[in-house]
């Protein structure tokens, strides 16, 4: 495996290629935050809440660190005013769906990054449904059982989790689902039980 | 087509060419007519059926040629016959128009003048298309055949010329001298992105991975674009043939063809186009005995806005849901099934063949020094012409508008243009002289996109307009990433609020967190561009949105909860139309007594408006209202009356 050298902050890194920024990081001890990345499974680049500034060529521009491979002489920044303002506005436009008192990772990112929760969410006249759409659920029933018994529905704003009818037996109540969820939407709802077979119930986005 | 000639070498297809055009009598009538969806819609099928009943009746069958044939852009005037070889152009054609056409202009080689275009401003007839304005400032390389070919008739496209520029691929040029002859042609992805397509192709072609694949991208969803599905009804050919040149330079076994199911014509044409290239050996194992060898698959579009992105494209192909993933190591290396995929838009590859046979030199001398040849615009909106039209890049805004566009409708003022489609920016008036190509647009905060044109006059509100299409991206976002799901979703709501007069100080500052974080942050392109109208309408119209949200009044009396209708009483002469017309019954008086509206009734649907043939009805926005007159007040009769 070919390795590359590149710079994040201040320090100089190698790592195999085909690496990830995140991970390129992790390795060095730096946190990147994430809302929709779970290790193991396949980055997803849904939340951006792991954007980082990267310069190639003299150019600078955003990437979602989850997603974007390393590359010789690539110089990345995982915190800067840009950044941390980016992260703030997307930490509070995740609260018009999640909820302002959302609890979960969200809630610690929001303090970190200095985010009200409140501040769009206030605007939108819809009920929050506690579900940010990371697809976290859905990705891990996949990984878990080979196929899934939830799924994506619907598209933008409808965009919602549910359950497949047909798919129910698949569910093997191991639980995974509330374990990966960062808002706290299964978890707060039934605690340790298993979410199926109310899971529809759970997971329905917005109607 | 009685006997199918297999074309084995470019002899042959010289050959086949010499003998249709031997078999053809330059002489002989033809009547062209358009058979696109927009002339169908205006009425061309029953145009047609007219032409085909009275050539039986007067037993000119064989003597004239119909042919059906594709777009030529100026669809408002549909439909649209041209009789060859005088090449005489009719508007407006009608079922009852046709016996005189045949009698006058087939038969008595005569105009017949009111069919003609006429020019609003001067009056005067144009006989032939090059005399109409519209088309006399465009420069058609692609659309230019549309009027002379039927789509669904290979020999038609072959005996112009067709697959000459594949045979000269395929047997005087290497596949890395085509594609660094469009390279050099500096030709620039049509779909919008503006990428140069040449630069793709190496990177596919260089890409570790086989298969590979290539696409034709006609999934064109913005709203009042047409100019990929007038080329594919109208031209297919000239599609395939650019696309089985690059699959021959790319080195590409098999393609797909991405069109969307609501382009029926489209899907119909470009089907039997494969077909027939198929039997006549243009297509399919060792094209023209050349040894290469290529498939083409028609992949029909389910119909989303965000499937035209090349990574939610090519998800489709795979049969998933078409949602963008994200593209940091480029489709070209690792597209469909991860494997490396060259997707260009159906403009980019039919300028492939004009590249080839007239050398890349050729092309550089049309357009600007960045964006090279012309491309096809939708101009729409408040101008007098509206239509498709092809210019070389580096045209004018004004150029476009105003000598092509024909000016402002009713001579109102020109306010913006928003170029680019739905997440295009507004162009103000400063901009009028603005070259039109890929950089300067983009300079100016806009993009060339799909090469979408709506013009605006004054009478639009850009406040409403951008919540517009901010309602449009919103309905079509995947939903996929938060910044532009829910970034439109605020952004709606905020800016429905400031339209119904809620708006506060701060919100100016909330639009512009979050249109930045689209910008940045967003997944794909769809969300990077969907604040656009929004950066651009408060860039150039800002006082506009200050006026909105501190004095609640949209100057352009457009915003319904901003806006309140009132009777002149100098004017009023209590005609009762609008007394009578009115849904909620709103309009007080009576005959012979000056109408006046109750402000609580009134529901502003703009009816009275509409209908006052005494231009009494006003719209005040942000300004006191005037009470009512008192009860029994007559009108003040105007002279003649």
């Known amino acids: 495996m070919k390795i590359v050298s590149l710079k994040i902050n201040s320090k100089d890194i190698k790592a195999e290629e085909g690496t990830t920024i995140l991970e390129a990081a992790k390795l060095v001890g730096i946190e990147i935050p994430t809302l929709c990345h779970y290790e193991g499974l396949e980055p997803y680049g849904a939340c951006r809440v792991c954007s980082v500034e990267i310069e190639k060529k003299g150019r600078s521009s955003i990437v979602a660190a989850c997603c974007y491979p390393v590359e010789e002489g690539l110089r990345v920044i995982t915190r800067s005013l840009r950044i941390d303002k980016l992260r703030k506005t997307i930490i509070e436009l995740a609260a018009v769906m999640a909820g302002e008192d959302a609890t979960g990772k969200i809630r610690s990112l929001a303090s970190e990054y200095d985010a009200d929760l409140s501040r769009f969410r206030s605007r939108v006249p819809m009920e929050p449904i506690k579900c940010i759409l990371c697809g976290l659920c859905v990705r891990r029933c996949i990984e878990a059982n080979w196929d899934s018994a939830i799924g994506f529905a619907g598209r933008g704003v409808n965009r919602r989790v549910v359950l497949f009818p047909e798919k129910a037996g698949i569910c093997s109540t191991c639980n995974y689902c509330y374990v990966v969820c960062p808002t706290g939407r299964i978890s707060s709802a039934y605690g340790p039980d298993p979410p199926f077979p109310f899971i529809d119930d759970v997971l329905a986005g917005r109607k | ?641």
């Not at chain 2, 003998?19 to 099928?45: D, N």
């Not at chain 2, 890395?176 to 503006?194: D, F, H, I, P, S």
């Not at chain 2, 050729?362 to 210019?391: Q, Y």
């Not at chain 2, 913006?416 to 603005?434: D, R």
């Open chain 2, 1 to 641: 087509m009685e006997d199918i000639k297999h074309i084995s070498s470019p002899e042959d297809l010289e050959k086949l060419r010499q003998e249709i055009t031997a078999k053809r009598e330059p002489s002989k009538p033809i009547i062209s007519v358009c058979v696109s969806t927009g002339c169908i819609a205006l009425g061309a099928s029953r145009a047609m059926e007219a032409f085909k009943a009275e050539l039986k009746k007067e037993g000119l069958e064989d003597k004239v040629e119909i042919k059906e044939t594709g777009c030529l852009g100026f669809c408002e005037q549909g439909p649209r016959v041209i009789i060859y070889p005088e090449e005489i152009c009719y508007f407006k054609v009608k079922p009852e128009d046709v016996p005189e056409i045949v009698s006058k202009t087939i038969l008595g080689k005569q105009v017949v003048e009111r069919l003609l275009y006429m020019d609003p401003t001067t009056g005067k007839r144009a006989k032939k298309i090059e005399e109409v304005p519209f088309y006399k400032y465009q420069l058609r390389l692609l659309l230019e055949n549309n009027a002379r070919i039927d789509p669904k008739n290979i020999e038609d496209y072959i005996v112009l010329g067709g697959y000459r520029a594949l045979a000269k691929s395929l047997f005087e040029m290497t596949p890395e001298q085509v594609v660094e002859e469009v390279m050099k042609a500096n030709l620039r992805g049509r779909g919008g992105g503006g990428f140069p397509a040449g630069l793709k192709w190496e990177t596919t072609r260089n890409a570790p991975g086989e298969p590979k694949y290539i696409i034709i991208n006609c999934d064109e969803g913005d709203p009042g674009c047409f100019q990929d599905r007038s080329l594919m009804e109208g031209n297919p050919h000239s599609i395939l043939e650019g696309f089985i040149i690059g699959a021959y330079a790319i080195g590409v076994h098999e393609g797909y063809v991405y069109v969307r199911e609501e382009y029926p014509i489209a899907v119909e044409n470009i089907s039997t186009a494969i077909r027939h290239a198929e039997e006549y050996g243009l297509l399919g194992e060792n094209i023209m005995g050349s040894g290469f060898s290529f498939r083409i698959k028609v992949h029909r579009g389910a119909g989303a806005f965000v499937s035209g992105e090349s990574s939610a494209l090519m998800t489709a192909i795979e049969g998933k849901v078409g949602e963008p993933r994200p593209k940091y190591v480029h489709t070209a290396v690792k597209g469909i099934w991860d494997k490396p995929s060259c997707l260009n838009n159906v403009k980019t590859w039919a300028n492939i063949p004009l590249i080839i046979l007239k050398g890349a030199k050729w092309f550089r001398s049309i357009g600007t020094e960045g964006s090279s040849g012309t491309n096809i615009f939708s101009l729409v909106g408040k101008v007098n012409n509206t239509g498709l039209v092809e210019v070389p890049m580096g045209i004018t805004l004004r150029d476009l508008i105003y000598k092509i566009g024909g000016g402002i409708r009713g001579g109102k003022r020109f306010k913006a243009v928003q170029t680019g489609g739905p997440s295009g920016g507004f162009i103000p008036k400063e901009y009028l002289s603005l070259p039109v190509d890929f950089d300067e647009l983009t300079k100016v905060g806009s993009m060339m996109g799909s090469g979408g044109m709506v013009v605006m006059d004054e009478d639009t509100c850009m406040v409403d307009v951008a919540k517009f299409f901010i309602d449009f991206l919103l309905e079509e976002s995947c939903g996929k990433c938060i910044p532009c799901r829910e970034g439109l979703m605020v952004l709606s709501n905020v800016l429905n609020d400031i339209c119904e007069g809620r708006g506060k100080d701060e919100d100016i500052q909330t639009i512009e967190d979050i249109a930045e974080t689209m910008k940045e942050a967003s997944l794909c392109a769809l969300g990077r561009t969907a604040a656009n109208p929004v950066f651009t309408s408060l860039n150039y119209f800002r006082d506009e949105w200050e006026q909105h949200i501190r004095e609640k009044r949209c100057p352009a009396k457009v915003c319904k909860a901003l806006i309140n209708y009132y009777i002149d009483p100098k004017k009023c002469q209590a005609c009762l139309l609008c007394l009578r017309e009115c849904p909620v019954e709103a309009v007080h008086g009576g005959k012979d007594q000056v109408h006046w509206i109750d402000q609580k009734k009134c529901d502003k649907c703009g009816t009275c408006y509409e209908i006052c043939n005494f231009d009494a009805v006003k719209k005040l926005s942000g300004e006191p209202i005037p009470p009512p007159p008192p009860e029994g007040t007559k009108p003040i009769r105007k002279r003649g009356k």
